[in-house]
């Protein structure tokens, strides 16, 4: 079996290669330290497991795993990250990767477990994140159960700094709708003006502090009103 980690940190990337060499039975282990040189790895050969950073330079973790998982849906893939947030869980359980590490609780003996889960095909979802898909199901009024794709999409992109013009540009709107849709979010969140709405959004990871990171492609993917 073949397997890929792929980490901008190179102590962290080290010490998961050892282990996926040394511990399980993988006979062949390859690394890269960001999105676009593991995407062009992959495209060159293919693995059986990944294990990846999802805040990586160049291409983020998460665009990652859906190219891959895009022509190799069979590929067990186990994402890490210092990000734990209703957003980022939300968007991992929803793209095909298999398993879940938050990097604060990341011990030995967590990535022992997560490693036999995932290699075999089994989920696997670290304590901080199973608290968070916990509570995603029990609350009726969580911002993603009452906010549409598109009026999460103008959400992040007016927190990104992008004024009605440029977003509806990136969206393929009119600038008209995108204010429609920014009066229809802070009504639903009750929030009275821009400032809150911005600070709503880093505060449930809908936006990352660390530049360059854009996990739904909006750029890419216009939709249909």
Known sequence: MKALIVEDEELVR??????????????YVKEASDGESAWKQFQKEKFDFIVLDLMLPKLDGLSLARRILKVAPDVRILALSS???????REVTRSGILGFVHKQEMSLEIIFSAFNDVSAGEIYYSANAQKLIAGMWQDPDAYYKIMSDRELQVLRLIAQGHD???????????????RRHKHNVMKRLNVSDEASLVRFAFEKGVVKSKGGLDWTAVSHKKQSL
């Open 14 to 27: 080290e010490l998961l290669a050892s282990v996926v060499s040394k511990e399980f039975e993988f006979s």
């Open 83 to 89: 990000e734990c947030d209703d957003y980022t869980i």
């Open 164 to 178: 009605h013009v440029s977003a509806g540009e990136l969206l393929g709107i009119s600038e008209f709708t995108v």
